[in-house]
Nanobody
Framework: QVRLVESGGGLVQPGGSLRLSCAVSGFSLDWYSVGWFRQAPGKEREGVSSISSSDTSTYYADSVKGRFTISRDNAKNTVYLQMNSLKPEDTAVYYC???????????????????WGQGTQVTVSS
């Protein structure tokens, strides 16, 4: 049974940090690319970061470049999103998702991702 479980969300003050985890079970992550998306209330889901299966290339939305870092530990079947210098506009539900093989020309196309987690809430507020 395929399962993606996000964790690590919570309430943090502006400028703070959080590390999200996406634990995958039911298959090996070795052959899958992983993406992080987020959705704020009243807004569309947007891509945040992704990491390819093949050469571990990483991709970031302009809004998070230099602040967020994606990484993967295939031995643990887990992907991480380190989020630093958090801003109120980062508040959203964060989802991880996987797609088999390498990432295509656009790393943030939701329908390219086959399996999704249930999401974890991140709230940045003073």
């Amino acid at each position: 049974q395929v399962r993606l479980v996000e964790s690590g969300g919570g309430l943090v003050q502006p400028g703070g940090s959080l590390r999200l985890s996406c634990a995958v079970s039911g298959f090996s992550l070795d052959w899958y690319s992983v993406g992080w998306f987020r959705q704020a209330p009243g807004k569309e889901r947007e891509g945040v970061s992704s990491i390819s299966s093949s050469d571990t290339s990483t991709y970031y939305a302009d809004s998070v470049k230099g602040r967020f870092t994606i990484s993967r530990d295939n031995a643990k079947n887990t992907v991480y999103l380190q989020m630093n210098s958090l801003k109120p506009e980062d508040t959203a539900v964060y989802y991880c998702a996987v797609q088999k093989g390498s990432i295509g020309s656009d790393p943030f196309v939701p329908y390219e991702y086959e399996y999704w987690g249930q999401g974890t809430q991140v709230t940045v507020s003073s």
